[in-house]
T-cell receptor, first 111, second 117 residues
Framework: AQRVTQPEKLLSVFKGAPVELKCNYS??????LFWYVQYSRQRLQLLLR??SRESIKGFTADLNKGETSFHLKKPFAQEEDSAMYYC?????????????FGTGTLLAVQP | EPEVTQTPSHQVTQMGQEVILRCVPI?????FYWYRQILGQKVEFLVS????????KSEIFDDQFSVERPDGSNFTLKIRSTKLEDSAMYFC???????????????FGSGTRLTVV
């Protein structure tokens, strides 16, 4: 079965430090991958999708097929980046358009 | 920016009671979904809905669950006889297309936290 793995439950960094939130996936083909962010008590918001190769709020994520990874990076963390981050993949195991999520990483940016 | 709206934000119910979780998807979206997240665990797909019928459901979505679009705007999730293990955050989502990355992709609501006591 497809899996999305986020090994870190919590990542604590100081403001201005680089951030890397890890995500690994299991899928032998070309996956569709996403990062979602959830600020305190708010909705899940799409942060990035790998096909668009865009940078949102300074975050980037590159698909590495060799390592089956899609790590989220930001060179200089800001306090407002503190949130729950979920990596997700399109689930190719069924007929419809659904996502498989990782367990999430809580990013805490200290002042 | 259009939003998916979920009500209530938090519901407490007694075991064995029926609950209905409500969602108002984005108005021009055609595909609707429910996900749930048990505390400390991952967000899991429950069901997808299109053209007034279920397109796909997970093994979690057993006979205790049902979905409905009663009036063309609301999209509801009903749990007939709640169990303690139904306690979770339930997320509604909608999309304009069948593809994950096409068009608007997915838009999630802010969730309903269901606590079964």
């Amino acid at each position: 079965a497809q899996r999305v793995t986020q090994p870190e439950k919590l990542l604590s960094v100081f403001k201005g430090a680089p951030v890397e939130l890890k995500c690994n996936y299991s899928y032998s083909g070309s996956p569709e991958l996403f990062w979602y962010v959830q600020y305190s008590r708010q909705r899940l918001q799409l942060l990035l999708r790998h096909i668009s190769r865009e940078s949102i709020k300074g975050f980037t994520a590159d698909l590495n097929k060799g390592e089956t990874s899609f790590h989220l990076k930001k060179p200089f963390a800001q306090e407002e980046d503190s949130a729950m981050y979920y990596c997700a993949s399109k689930d190719y195991g069924g007929a419809t358009n659904k996502l498989i999520f990782g367990t999430g990483t809580l990013l805490a940016v200290q002042p | 920016e259009p939003e998916v709206t979920q009500t209530p934000s938090h519901q407490v119910t007694q075991m064995g009671q029926e609950v209905i979780l409500r969602c108002v998807p984005i108005s021009n979206h055609l595909y609707f979904y429910w996900y749930r997240q048990i505390l400390g665990q991952k967000v899991e797909f429950l069901v997808s809905f299109y053209n007034n019928e279920i397109s796909e459901k997970s093994e979690i979505f057993d006979d205790q669950f049902s979905v409905e679009r009663p009036d063309g705007s609301n999209f509801t999730l009903k749990i007939r006889s709640t169990k303690l293990e139904d306690s979770a955050m339930y997320f509604c989502a909608s999309s304009s297309t069948r593809t994950t990355t096409g068009g608007d992709g997915y838009t999630f609501g802010s969730g309903t936290r269901l606590t079964v006591v």
